[in-house]
């Protein structure tokens, strides 16, 4: 992708992509009680790295995230399978989830799932996966 | 039901495969990677040999480990005389080979981890399938061994003649496995049971029922390709472009001779009809007679072994055939009369394997030591080759039916069978049956004379050092202990055959006719002498014409330009694949031609016939909208616009417009999602949606220009029914699916989702819960496509194509 020089883009860019990253991070660990998860958090991340795809070349970005996003994603579909399989170690049918609450230093009492580390199987997969087809799309030239 | 160790040992070489590679890794080439895999035959022979007193008492044992008990399917081991004279020979065999390959393959030029792989793939999947009770886990292990067979013949895959092979043997026994599996389930529909032991005990059943003459004959298909009968045997002289440790292992040894287990294992449920009877002795002495006589026109040392196996997989088939007979008769001394034939079958299968395995092995060291195995450049090979030559000397003795060796005892016992069954006043033998000796006969003349072929072409005469590749010499000594063990058998055997007899042969003959267990089974006394019989009469008629033959066979093979079936098989066969490539090629060419718009048509349409059809056939179109909620003004506008948006993407002039119309639609429709209050469902139609539309963009480079194709009014209009039809239908389903109630609504699981996963968003705890693995197969499914496209772009190869 061939693209003007163009400052102001950049500039809010570099606000924007922050905004977005947080936020989607907070989706996807609010999704458990409220709106949000894996997959919407995921894609949120994914939307803003191709904001900065778009915005800056492809060269300066890998330049500074240096991630396989094909790795990144089987990851993620290992971590998902692999809770799934967790289950057979306590005697459970393939993918159970079960939750727990914990007193944890600085969050205090917080509830934790095993779902959620399924929904960041679920979030890795979707990055991986929507980056590297976008990526495959815009290097061919 | 539970593992015991004795599954643990069927499947050891499969879990020993996984090591092989590592093994090779980090010791190639300094230790062959063969003398790891020894360790496996070795300990399975030690170990099956402490099942021998069991099962010589008539014992049988049977351990059930579950696998798949929801469908029924269990991973039976059955271990009876039958069961355990194949499992002997897969391992003891194997054990030998082994050893053989290790001087054979070189470690430096091979990719052994591959070979050792495939041979303890075999080697696992042939334990497994003479040891399965349940029909499935049989079949599973039996497609396992054609599939370790292909493997095995294509190992020097560079060939094109191994491709050949490899090719021709896997569509071949393939397909004769798969009419097996269509016999088996015919099976269980009559016996109501996956267990062949069940089944034998239902036999009264399945006799009289109509699917038995399908099954029988679909089974039969099974055995016949996979034993190499006429005419299916055209696979076996071109799997002889494998290595030869596994010509002398698999196509002679072993796997051909599942199918002679496929026929012993259920002579119980099929034997004593007449068709039974007939199918397997005709096709059997057809095949021994054909093999024979192709046999002897051989002038490659490996072909010539190939016919002969065929010819001697022949001889068993019928013996079994034959046999059967004896089950008519039940287990009286009438029935003892005839089951002979049977004991004759696995007596010989046992010599078949110590001689046949002999002669490859001479034959593979005469191949690696000369660089030839050519008939007409070969000879003399006497003084340079001794121990080989007295091996091959013993080997093909015994398969000419000499004494004193074993394959003396079982051709007598095979002519005993083949006699006795003249005798025989049912199936109409009575009329024809006549004709079985004296096809034997001329067969095992034949037999005797490619035998002598065999020994006196190579190792006598004058030796050619010069039409040779490599100075022959005696090969190395640990090439030759196999062999020699094999040989020594072969004679060991001859003096103490009744060893074999009383703890092996009398519980197989059990396994094959059960009737006889109660009595405990038949007086078995094997003996090289029984006086003047007819018998010896045949063998002796067989020596002095086969002698005759031999010494004049420059004048008359000249007829064999006249006889070559095989010839004509295999250019069927050729034919075959060839019109049927063209015709599938033909056939695809017309419906996928490449353009994205006729497969889109092909998909809906066929979902507006299959769905629309089932819908008004099974008069599920009714509507109901006396329980909807009144549509409010913001709904009105919204899915207006949502139609406008519709009408311009379709209409639009540049592909642009069409493109952010599109994103309009998604945009409207996540707006819709919030007016009901769905913001999980909002929120991801809002990402997707921007997502999209950044795709799109970044693909509006590589799109071909924004054309209308084709303008016609077909075109056009077929565009629009097909579109018409599948909002029509999407929207008359969505209303009938609300009309109708066919069972309680599942929501109100969904709404306990706090109690149940301790998660306040119900989406959320469906996705990540309770349809978790809906979700995990999705994103495997994104991962696939992901990749697909990465593939398809970074590695494209189609680009000659011009399409560009």
């Not at chain 2, 001779?257 to 002795?281: D, H, N, Q």
């Not at chain 2, 072909?303 to 089950?327: C, E, K, N, V």
């Not at chain 2, 119309?661 to 996540?670: Q, R």
């Not at chain 2, 119900?762 to 991962?783: C, H, K, S, Y």
Request: hydrophobic content about 55%; aromatic content about 14%; charged content about 10%.
């Amino acid at each position: 992708m061939k693209r003007a020089n163009d400052l102001l883009l950049k500039a809010v860019i570099k606000v924007a992509v922050l905004i977005i990253l947080t936020f989607s991070i907070n989706l996807f660990f609010s999704g458990h009680h409220h709106p949000g998860g894996g997959f919407i958090g995921g894609l949120g991340v994914s939307a803003a790295l191709i904001l900065l795809f778009l915005t800056y070349d492809i060269e300066t970005v890998t330049e500074n995230l240096p991630f396989d996003f094909k790795i990144m994603g089987a990851i993620g579909v290992l971590i998902a399978v692999g809770t799934g399989m967790g289950s057979f170690l306590f005697n459970a049918p393939f993918l159970s989830q079960t939750y727990g609450y914990f007193h944890l230093p600085v969050f205090g009492e917080t509830e934790l799932a095993t779902a959620l580390l399924f929904d960041l199987g679920v979030a890795l997969a979707v990055i991986g996966s929507s980056v590297t087809i976008i990526l495959s799309i815009s290097e061919d030239e | 039901m539970a593992w015991s160790w004795f599954h643990i040992i069927i499947l050891l070489p499969f879990l020993f495969a996984i090591v092989v590679p590592f093994l090779y890794k980090v010791f190639s080439p300094r230790i062959h990677t063969g003398w790891f895999v020894l360790i496996v035959p070795v300990f399975l022979f030690i170990y099956l040999l402490r099942y021998i007193p069991v099962v010589s008492t008539g014992e049988t044992i049977l351990l059930t480990a579950p696998w798949i008990p929801s469908v029924g399917i269990n991973f039976t081991a059955y271990i009876d005389g039958l069961s355990l004279i194949f499992a002997l020979l897969i391992s003891g065999v194997g054990a030998l080979v082994v050893v053989y390959s290790i001087y054979y393959m070189s470690k430096h030029r091979e990719a052994l981890h591959n070979f050792y792989v495939y041979i303890l793939l075999f080697m696992g999947a042939m334990l497994g399938v003479v040891f399965s009770d349940n029909i499935f886990v049989f079949y599973v292990f039996w497609e396992l061994t054609s599939i370790s067979s292909f493997l095995l013949i294509a190992y020097w895959y560079e060939r094109q003649r191994s491709r050949y092979g490899a090719q021709k043997s896997m569509l071949i026994t393939i397909f004769g496995g798969l009419s097996m599996l269509a016999g088996f389930v015919m099976l269980s529909m009559m016996a109501d049971t996956y267990s062949i032991r069940e089944m034998i005990s239902q036999k009264e059943i399945i006799d009289g029922h109509t699917l038995f003459l399908p099954a029988m004959i679909l089974l039969l298909l099974g055995a016949f390709t996979k034993s190499a009968q006429f005419p299916f045997s055209i696979w076996l002289p071109d799997a002889m472009e494998a290595p030869t440790p596994i010509s002398a292992y698999l196509h002679s040894a072993t796997m051909v001779k599942a199918g002679i287990y496929l026929v012993a294992r259920f002579t119980p449920v099929f034997g004593g009809s007449a068709e039974w009877f007939w199918m397997i002795s005709s096709v059997g002495i057809i095949t021994m007679l054909y093999g024979s006589i192709t046999a002897v026109r051989q002038i490659d040392l490996k072909a010539l072994l190939a016919y002969s196996t065929i010819s001697q997989l022949g001889l068993i088939m019928t013996l079994l055939g034959l046999g059967s007979a004896a089950i008519y008769y039940g287990n009286g001394e009438e029935s003892a009369f005839y089951a002979v034939a049977i004991l004759a079958a696995i007596f010989h299968l046992i010599n078949h394997s110590t001689f046949k395995g002999s002669l490859f092995m001479v034959v593979g060291i005469i191949d690696h030591e000369t660089g030839t195995r050519n008939i007409r450049r070969l000879g003399g090979l006497l003084t340079v080759m001794p121990i080989s030559f007295t091996v091959a000397l013993i080997g093909s003795f015994s398969m000419a039916g000499l004494p004193p060796f074993n394959g003396f005892l079982s051709k007598e016992m095979f002519f005993t069978g083949v006699v006795n069954s003249t005798s025989l006043d049912i199936f109409g033998m009575d009329n024809i049956g006549a004709l079985f000796p004296v096809i034997a006969w001329v067969a095992s003349v034949f037999t005797f004379i490619y035998s002598m072929i065999l020994i006196f072409k190579t190792f006598t005469g004058k030796h050619y050092p010069e039409r040779l590749e490599k100075e022959a010499h005696e090969a190395p000594t640990g090439m030759l202990i196999p062999p020699v063990i094999l040989a020594s058998l072969v004679i060991i055997l001859f003096f103490f055959p009744n060893i074999l007899s009383d703890y092996v042969l009398q519980p197989a003959l059990m396994a094959i006719l059960p009737a006889f267990v109660e009595t405990g089974g038949i007086d078995i006394h094997i003996e090289p002498w029984h006086g003047w019989t007819t018998e010896l009469y045949m063998t002796i008629g067989v020596v002095v014409i086969g002698t005759l033959l031999y010494l004049t066979l420059r004048k008359w093979q000249g007829i064999y330009r006249f006889f070559s079936p095989e010839g004509r098989l295999n250019i069927l066969y050729d034919q075959g694949i060839v019109k049927m490539e063209e015709f599938s090629l033909g056939l695809t060419r017309r419906y996928m031609n490449g353009s994205v718009r006729s497969y889109l048509v092909y998909i809906f349409t066929f979902m507006i016939l299959v769905v629309g059809g089932s819908l008004l056939l099974s008069g599920g179109l009714t509507f109901d909208f006396t329980n909807d909620a009144p549509i409010s003004f913001y709904e009105y506008g919204i899915v207006i616009g949502i139609i406008l948006s519709g009408v311009l993407v379709v209409t639009a002039k540049s592909r642009l417009t069409a493109i952010i119309a599109l994103g309009a639609v998604g945009y409207l429709v996540s707006i819709l999602f919030v007016i009901f209050r769905a913001p999980d469902l909002a929120l991801t139609q809002l990402v997707v949606e921007t997502a999209t539309v950044a795709l799109f963009l970044l693909c509006f480079y590589h799109l071909p220009e924004f054309k209308k194709r084709g303008k016609g009014v077909g075109f056009k209009l077929s565009n629009l029914l097909v579109s018409l039809g599948v909002g029509v239908l999407v929207t008359t389903l969505a209303l009938s699916a609300d009309a109708n109630r066919l069972f309680e609504p599942i929501s109100s699981f969904f709404e306990k989702s706090y109690e149940l996963a301790g998660a306040k968003n119900i989406v959320n705890a469906i996705l990540v819960d309770f349809r978790g693995f809906d979700t995990m197969m999705e994103i495997v499914v994104l991962m696939i496509a992901s990749l697909g496209v990465f593939t398809l772009i970074k590695l494209r190869l189609a680009r000659k194509d011009g399409e560009e």
